[in-house]
């Protein structure tokens, strides 16, 4: 998988301004003094930048980069604005401003005494993601580190206090200004380098977390099947999740019909794979559970072609759950959570399902079929039904590509919520706006649930343009047992936006893995 840059805490060394001989970003306070140490004339090149139009004008998070300063080795000097009250999100998007120039080189961040130094460094890592993999050609901003291993990274400790450092790099780490060949790393210079790193262990785990989630969301179809899924889940083994994987013979002996109609004009087998982390105790679990369309052509609803390639994102539910147990394993998290991912591929062929189809759904409601491409609340339908009758779970939470519709409604700036529990949906919006993940809420009820009458079977899997995203939750609200807590989350219009944003290059965002990690700890963990 791709790993996020080495980030190390060291105490600060003045000298080594000058020596330095990749990056170096200096964190700046309006109005305030430069640090010292920088070189005469570098001194006085950035003063003269922060004094210009162009620096006085710099919102916090934002920075000016001067090349090749003079006075120093460095290829470049980058002055990152970001005031000492400054909010988390305005800390990140400070780090982000450098994670998405970190090249191949080393980048050395004097930080001083930041209260949020560790932010900064979460938005660096965040924003320095690159998947090249499949480029023959080193890209000329990448810097991630890929191959197919699932062993997490560590935090370790010795002459510099590391976070998101490779548990497979060499033991004995460089030092500072030794050259690191085509793999970037960060450097922090900050006043308490012992107690920043202990500070940035859950962040290390997060970051994970997000890279799992956004490789997944990335690799093409013919590399992610629902068995190289499958086998990249119970990999995580490893890291103390216990992984269960469920064929079709099995799905098929529980009644997972509605699932198992989704995939059955495809080669690849359907799979349900369960995601066991046990760190709370005797409390009943809180379940996520996730969507896993692994290319999704529409079925014999056959979407246009324009645009069909990205159809490799519309497991992004199932990438989300994936990255949020591998952050809980990773930080050893003090809660009960379980994850299941419904894995399918929607294909046409001569065993596809057609418009018109009847299924029975494992709950035993029948599902007539009105197009094919209203697939994936058919795959949630029984993994849900399964999540509540086996682990009797606190809440349950999916989330899924499941709508155009919602791209409609709210863009991709914000994922839709939909609840039967007002706490719930508050919890979540309040997670999602303390990790700037954006997210709003819409409505529920019985006129929209009118929608998916069907004249044939107990409902029909699709309401028709109108309200087309809250029809879909009507939908899957049918298969939520009474009384159950419920929440579900369409992430289709945030998990591959048509560009870069904060903390993400363009590509997936793993939108969501901060959100629920930052709900398990105020919901589960800290009751």
Request: hydrophobic content about 45%; overall charge negative.
């Amino acid at each position: 998988m791709t790993h996020p840059a080495p980030i190390t805490f060291t105490e600060i060394a003045a000298d080594r301004l000058a020596s330095h001989q990749g990056r170096v970003a200096m964190i700046v306070a309006p109005g305030g003094k430069l640090p010292s140490g920088l070189p005469r004339a570098a001194r006085e090149a950035a003063q003269r930048a922060l004094d210009s139009k162009a620096g006085k004008g710099l919102k916090p998070g934002t920075a000016l980069e001067l090349a090749f300063p003079a006075g120093m080795a460095a290829e470049a000097l980058m002055l990152v604005a970001l005031p000492a009250d400054a909010s988390v999100t305005q800390a990140r998007k400070a780090g982000a401003a450098i994670g998405a120039k970190l090249g191949t080189t080393h980048t050395l961040v004097l930080a001083g005494g930041h209260r949020l130094s560790n932010e900064v460094a979460l938005g660096i890592a965040l924003r320095g993601y690159d998947f090249s993999v499949y480029q023959t050609k080193p890209a000329e901003n990448g810097i991630g580190e890929t191959g197919a291993d699932p062993i997490p990274q560590s935090i370790t400790h010795g002459p510099e206090n590391a976070i998101l450092a490779d548990a497979q790099a060499d033991s004995a780490p460089e030092t500072a200004d030794e050259p690191v060949g085509e793999k970037a790393r960060v450097t922090f210079m900050v006043k308490n380098p012992e107690a920043l790193a202990r500070a940035a262990q859950d962040a290390a785990a997060v970051a994970e977390g997000v890279f799992f989630t956004r490789d997944l969301v990335n690799e093409p179809a013919n590399v992610l099947t629902t068995t190289d899924f499958a086998d990249r889940l119970k990999a995580m083994e490893e890291i103390g999740l216990t992984v269960e994987v469920l064929e079709e013979d099995h799905l098929a002996e529980l009644g997972m019909r509605a699932l198992l109609g989704v995939g059955q004009g495809s080669e690849s087998p359907s799979k349900v794979v369960v995601m066991h982390w046990n760190g709370g105790g005797d409390q009943a679990p809180l379940a996520l559970v996730g969507k896993g369309v692994v290319f999704d052509t529409g079925g014999i609803s056959i979407k246009p072609a324009a645009g069909m390639e990205e159809m490799t994102m519309d497991m992004g539910g199932a990438g989300v759950v994936a990255g949020v147990m591998r952050t809980l394993a990773l930080r050893r998290a003090r809660a009960n959570v379980v994850g299941l991912v419904g894995l399918v591929e929607n294909m046409p062929d001569g065993r596809a399902q057609r418009p018109g189809d009847i299924v029975k759904s494992m709950k035993g409601d029948t599902i007539e079929v009105i197009n094919t491409d209203a697939e994936g609340r058919l795959v949630l339908a029984d993994v849900l039904w399964y999540a509540q009758t086996r682990f009797n779970p606190s809440a349950v939470i999916d989330l899924a590509t499941l709508t155009g519709a919602v791209i409609i409604a709210l863009g991709h700036d914000n994922a839709g919520v939909f609840a039967n529990d007002d706490a719930l949906a508050d919890t979540i919006l309040a997670a999602a706006k303390a990790e700037g993940e954006g997210a709003w809420r819409l409505p529920l009820g019985q006129p929209y649930d009118n929608l998916i009458k069907s004249r044939l079977a107990d409902m029909k899997n699709t309401g028709g343009r109108a309200a087309g995203s809250i029809t879909a939750a009507q939908f899957l609200q049918r298969f939520i047992r009474k009384g159950q807590s419920w929440a579900h989350i369409d992430i289709a219009g945030v998990t591959l936006p048509p560009g870069a944003t904060d903390l993400a290059p363009k590509g997936a965002t793993g939108w969501g893995v901060m959100t629920l990690d930052r709900l398990i700890r105020d919901r589960y963990e800290n009751r």
